[in-house]
């Protein structure tokens, strides 16, 4: 299947066409906005066999898996807007500070930014297409959605289905590689949303700033997973086991590597060759739950990762096969070279580094050492290492005592910090991120003879003891 990019030339009609719309007005009545985001639900509801069907021809995303996180997120996302979209978009209401303001009318409104850019990543390339685009929907936004052109299958299958459930001069879908999303960043957004690796997120706010947009990046990195020594070792080797082969360890938010206390590291390596058995079986070639490698690319840089180290031993996995671009659940224990890419780069794969550490303050100190994760996870009972650690280090998000919980829950504002991300959203996060937050202030007309006293020059001694 190919993917039939966008031309160059029209992209400037297209953005422009968006400006238009927008400032038509089109966008900001409520009844519209929630109208969009009901035939978005129709969508996912009508097409789920479809969606599905694409997930597995690009990732062989297991049925659960899309089901879960591509598919009931993004609805349940839209359920929340239409529930609250009428509460939302009412002025908040603030106290005035001080004496002069107090018979005005002191509000927050919540506006439309404008034109917003959605770019998405290809490992999870429905839901990172649609949350943030129900997001700028309900903030009464138009939308130019760039879909990853890696996932080939699903971003075919939005690209056609789009068009034939939203209003098309509001939302519109641009496909391309790098020329044509360069193209797209030299033009002006008024908010532009990233998703993807570093590198490019640099690019996206060298672009953004040319033009003072703001921007949302929401990167990746490297997640630890730290373990205190007063934990049930099979309950935390089941909780990342679930976070690391998750999508095939394609998540952003999926375990990167475990810090684990020397005297709990063996038993830690024999549970976790449990939990891989128990949720893929003896072969985990042959499991309908295990996903495969995105792209060549991905598979030979992942293999590289497993052959081309100097040091550690194989606890579990190890084999791949490129037919398939299957790479079973691999785990790596006493990597000693500290450069060894295992250590210093986002995996992004299904293969899991263990180092030993002395206790939970070495560890601490290990992490703080590196780039600001964008999930921390922690397993660990007692309240005082819970609070060691969440006081001690920083970023985008945590969960204790499992993995990747912290961003299926849409209440959470979900991002990272430092070189894992600027900005967030979800849930009422996203309607704060589409929105501008202008400040009101509303007067009356009446009452000049009071202004005159305690505003107006020529300014009275009364006035300046003020
Ligand atoms: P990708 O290759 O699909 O790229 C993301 C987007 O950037 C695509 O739309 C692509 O067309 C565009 N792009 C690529 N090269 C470009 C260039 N030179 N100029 C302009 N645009 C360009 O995805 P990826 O970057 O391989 O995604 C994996 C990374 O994303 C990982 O680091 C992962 O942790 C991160 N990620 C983060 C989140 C999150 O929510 N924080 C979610 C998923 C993935």
Redesign the pocket.
Known sequence: MTLEYTSVDEIPDIVAGLHKTFNSGLTKPLKYRKDQLRRLYDLLEENESLLVKALYDDLRKPEAESLCAEIALPKEEILFFLKNLDEFSKPEKLKPRFMVSALDKVQVRHDPLGVVLI??????PIQ?FLLPLIGAIAAGNTVLI?????AVHTAVLLTSLLPRYLDQSSYRVVN???PE??RL?ELRFDHIC?????V?GK??MTAAAKHLTSVTL????KSPAIIADDVDIQVVANRVCFGKYYNCGQT?VGVDYVLIPESKLEPFLAAIQKSITNFFGENPKSSDAFARIIADRHFSRLVGMIENRTSGRIVAGGQHDKTERYIAPTVIAGIEDEKDPLLTE?I?GPILPVIAVKDVDAAIKYVNARDTP?VLYLFAKSSKIINKVLDNTRSGGVTVNDTMMNCQELNLP???AGA??IGSYHGHTSWLTFTHSRATLIRDLSLESAQVMIKYPPYSAKQIQV
């Open positions: 770019m998405g990543a290809w490992n999870y990172l760039k879909p990853s052109e890696i391309g590689g790098v999303t360069t960043l990233y998703t993807g690796n570093g490019v690019i996206v929401e990167l990746g990195g952003c986002e992004f964008l979900f991002g990272g894992s991300g």
